[in-house]
């Protein structure tokens, strides 16, 4: 299930994108994303983001009636900018970050995200979303080199 965060969802969401990022993005300090946790935290509540819902376990488990619902990933957008997607590391190839994706694509018609040219893994997923890759540049905070994506629900036709 897919809804809007809420207040008491803050420590759960901070806590997937602290591990997500930690996990996805080796190649920078720890020390960075540590650095930024309690901005990020304390921006959520004011930003739009989208959680997603479920039970723990991969893609065919079966899960027993017992187990509580808990978040898995979340998007954060500020309008048509795309600040994270992130999915929890157990929770991952399952779904959920395409599922989070075709949410915001319903609700916007274009889409922007920066990611590091380094996490294939996610530079893959966006150019299966549709994503095409628009300028590269050096992030100041990181010195990393990025790509700015771009996605458009109907995209001008160019003769």
Not at 68 to 92: K, M, P, T
Not at 138 to 149: F, I, V
Request: net charge negative; charged share 30%; proline share 2%.
């Amino acid at each position: 299930m897919i809804r809007e965060l809420r207040i008491t969802d803050v420590d759960r969401v901070a806590e997937i994108w602290l591990d997500t990022n930690l996990q996805a993005h080796d190649f920078i300090p720890a020390e960075y994303w540590e650095g930024n946790y309690m901005a990020v935290r304390e921006m959520l509540p004011r930003a739009e983001v989208y959680v997603y819902k479920g039970k723990r376990g991969g893609a065919g488990v079966e899960q027993s009636g017992s187990e509580r619902e808990e978040i898995l990933g979340f998007i954060g957008l500020n309008g048509e900018y795309i600040e994270g997607i992130f999915v929890s590391h157990e929770a991952q190839s399952c779904g959920i970050g395409k599922a989070l994706m075709d949410h915001v694509k319903e609700r916007k018609q274009k889409l922007l995200l920066s990611v590091y040219k380094k996490n294939r893994r996610a530079l893959n997923f966006y150019r299966r979303e549709g994503f095409c890759v628009g300028e590269e540049k050096t992030d100041g905070d990181t010195g990393e080199q990025e790509c700015l994506l771009v996605w458009e629900k109907n995209p001008k036709i160019k003769t």
